[in-house]
């Protein structure tokens, strides 16, 4: 199974906007409204920031928002800010003809310059 | 509060065993599946494996069926990820990670344990 494919970085400017692609196939991010999004400042666990393509855990900020269009996944980070920086992660539920399991992308490393 | 306390680092030569693990509290122990994650040094994540601890349903990512065992004590809440003949490329960060039953996401994560295999 691959992984899901992002931008190896993104940057932005305090204040703006900036937005991560996640791009899988037909057996993930197409077929499934299950794509998370996943945030790691260095030395640190993971921590859900999206789920369900689009939805937010209790105590997430409402300038992380997530989308889909067909195969391809995206997180926007509005307003950004230097605590921003990190890096994020995209994951989908997926599905082969052996068994289901998840999918991580790549990783985006988030910068605020 | 959700826990998930994983256990120490660990420093192992290859060949050997190891059995590490992630103890929950805090929720339900038997609703949610935990899964493990590994990270290598400088890399992304990889998802590992899933086990549900109210029936020991288990699945694999095939990149590591047969390379590692996943197991869980439900009595102690405690979940395991165990390697038989650890290799050099086995190091990495391990992290568990909880998924409530019908979700498709991990909410809580635990800290993380460092194995380093090394001759």
């Known amino acids: 199974q691959s992984a899901l494919t992002q931008p190896a970085s993104v940057s932005g400017s305090p204040g703006q906007s900036i937005t991560i692609s996640c791009t899988g196939t037909?057996?993930?991010?197409?077929?499934?409204?299950?794509v998370s999004w996943y945030q790691q400042h260095p030395g640190k666990a993971p921590k859900l920031m999206i789920f369900?393509?689009?939805n937010r855990p209790s105590g997430v900020s409402s300038r992380f928002s997530g989308s889909k269009s067909g195969n391809t996944a995206s997180l926007t980070i509005s307003g950004l800010q230097a605590e921003d920086e990190a890096d994020y992660y995209c994951?989908?539920?997926?599905?082969?003809?052996?068994?289901?399991?998840?999918?991580f992308g790549t990783g985006t490393k988030v910068t605020v310059l | 509060e959700v826990q998930l306390v994983q256990s120490g680092a660990e420093v192992k030569k290859p060949g050997e065993s190891l059995k590490i693990s992630c103890k929950g509290s805090?929720?339900?122990?038997?609703?949610?599946?935990i899964g493990w994650v590994r990270q290598m040094p400088g890399k992304g994540l990889e998802w590992m494996g899933i086990?549900?601890?109210?029936?020991?349903?288990?699945r694999y990512s095939p990149s590591f069926q047969g390379q590692v065992t996943i197991s869980a004590d439900k009595s102690i809440r405690t979940a395991y990820l165990q390697w038989s003949s650890l290799k050099a490329s086995d190091t990495a960060m391990y992290y568990c990670?909880?998924?409530?039953?019908?979700?498709?996401?991990?909410?809580?994560w635990g800290q993380g344990t460092l194995v380093t295999v090394s001759s």
């Open positions: 990670a909880i998924a409530r039953a019908g979700s498709y996401n991990f909410d809580y």
């Open positions: 805090g929720y339900s122990f038997i609703i949610y599946w």
């Open positions: 086990i549900y601890p109210g029936d020991s349903d288990t």
């Open positions: 037909s057996s993930d991010v197409g077929r499934y409204n299950y």
């Open positions: 369900d393509v689009s």
């Open positions: 994951s989908s539920y997926t599905s082969t003809s052996t068994s289901p399991f998840y999918v």
